[in-house]
């Protein structure tokens, strides 16, 4: 089966500039999350959707992050405006609704954004 | 709040030997799952193990096997025979049922040939 896609993989902009990071679960999977991941940090989660639904996005900082999920199905991710601190891989990851909790995240490549 | 703890920023291995890598945890909560995340240089993250703390028995994958131990709150991964292949970062993890996963920082795993 195919996996997890995300585009693009790298993207270079300038502080105060627009970005968006595109994602396409795995077929069937009802769960998508959005991961930052600073250099040398685990991932943190920004945003966890059940279908197009918010399921948590505690840690998303909505002045300048947003995301969607239309159809359920593929995610885009947005930052607008950039900061210094916004450098980082971006992970989505998509995961089957499971049993109690144990279902397992699939990760895509990741995009390695750079904010000058 | 739950918090992972990954005290080996680095550890290296010889090839074929065998190798532990340490991770503690905090919560409060008696139900959760931990894993052992593997991403190598191409930042692909996979699933290494899992293991559900209800269960007493520590999980075994192949040459990957966990120490569980509840009590102590630590969750550490052993590699037996190391091989080239397992040279990556090691990200354990933590989830209460249906919310989202905390990950410790990582540890950077060297196997020398």
């Known amino acids: 089966e195919a996996g997890v896609a995300q585009s693009p993989r790298y993207k270079i902009i300038e502080k105060r500039q627009s970005v968006a990071f595109w994602c396409n679960p795995i077929?069937?999977?009802?769960?998508l999350y959005w991961y930052q991941q600073i250099l040398g940090q685990g991932p943190k989660l920004l945003i966890q959707?059940?279908?197009?639904?918010?399921?948590?996005d505690s840690q998303l900082p909505k002045d300048r992050f947003s995301a969607e999920r239309l159809k359920g199905v593929d995610s885009t991710l947005k930052i607008q405006p950039a900061k210094l601190e916004d450098s980082a891989v971006y992970l989505c990851?998509?995961?089957?609704?499971?049993?109690?909790?144990?279902?397992?995240?699939?990760f895509g490549p990741g995009t390695r954004l750079t904010v000058l | 709040a739950q918090t992972v703890t990954q005290s080996q920023p680095e550890m290296s291995v010889q090839e074929a030997e065998t190798v532990t890598l340490s991770c503690t945890y905090d919560?409060?909560?008696?139900?959760?799952?931990l894993f052992w995340y593997k991403q190598p240089p191409s930042r692909q993250m996979i699933l290494v193990i899992r293991?559900?703390?209800?269960?007493?028995q520590n999980a075994t994958e192949n040459r990957f096997s966990v120490n569980f131990q509840k009590a102590a709150k630590s969750f550490s991964l052993k590699i037996s025979d190391s091989q080239l292949g397992d040279a990556a970062m090691y990200f354990c993890?933590?989830?209460?049922?249906?919310?989202?996963?905390?990950f410790g920082t990582g540890t950077s795993l060297t196997v020398i040939p």
């Open positions: 990851a998509s995961s089957v609704p499971g049993l109690a909790g144990i279902s397992e995240q699939f």
């Open positions: 077929s069937g999977h009802a769960t």
């Open positions: 959707f059940q279908n197009n639904g918010v399921v948590d």
């Open positions: 919560t409060s909560e008696s139900d959760y799952y």
């Open positions: 293991q559900e703390a209800y269960k007493q």
């Open positions: 993890a933590y989830r209460i049922t249906g919310n989202q996963f905390y």
